[in-house]
Nanobody
Framework: QVHLVESGGGSVQAGGSLRVSCAAS????????MSWYRQAPGKEREFVSS????????NYADYVKGRFTNSQDKAKKTVYLQMNSLKPEDTAMYYC????????????WGQGTQVTVSS
């Protein structure tokens, strides 16, 4: 099973930037599409962005489009979420998720990293 570890969260003032990372390990012959989700206190977990393993194509939720950039370094098995122009409503625990189209490649969630944006 793929093991995911997020890092890079922290506290920043509104308008600032942060980059969170998600490092994957524990697999060899698998390919994973990676997604970022976030969950604020008292709210449901929501989709933020995804990046495809094969061609690196990305998708973004409307509320982060134009501010967040999802990228990957395949050699390092790491994905990054660059977050610019942060808003207080971006405050949440950010999770990465690995999914594969291959049935023998089990997906996984990371443990999350906290992002706090103050006004």
């Amino acid at each position: 099973q793929v093991h995911l570890v997020e890092s890079g969260g922290g506290s920043v003032q509104a308008g600032g930037s942060l980059r969170v990372s998600c490092a994957a390990s524990g697999y060899t012959d698998c390919s994973y599409d990676m997604s970022w989700y976030r969950q604020a206190p008292g709210k449901e977990r929501e989709f933020v962005s995804s990046i495809a393993a094969d061609d690196g194509s990305t998708n973004y939720a409307d509320y982060v489009k134009g501010r967040f950039t999802n990228s990957q370094d395949k050699a390092k098995k790491t994905v990054y979420l660059q977050m610019n122009s942060l808003k207080p409503e971006d405050t949440a625990m950010y999770y990465c998720k690995a999914e594969s189209v291959y049935s023998w490649c089990q997906g996984s969630w990371g443990q999350g990293t906290q992002v706090t944006v103050s006004s």
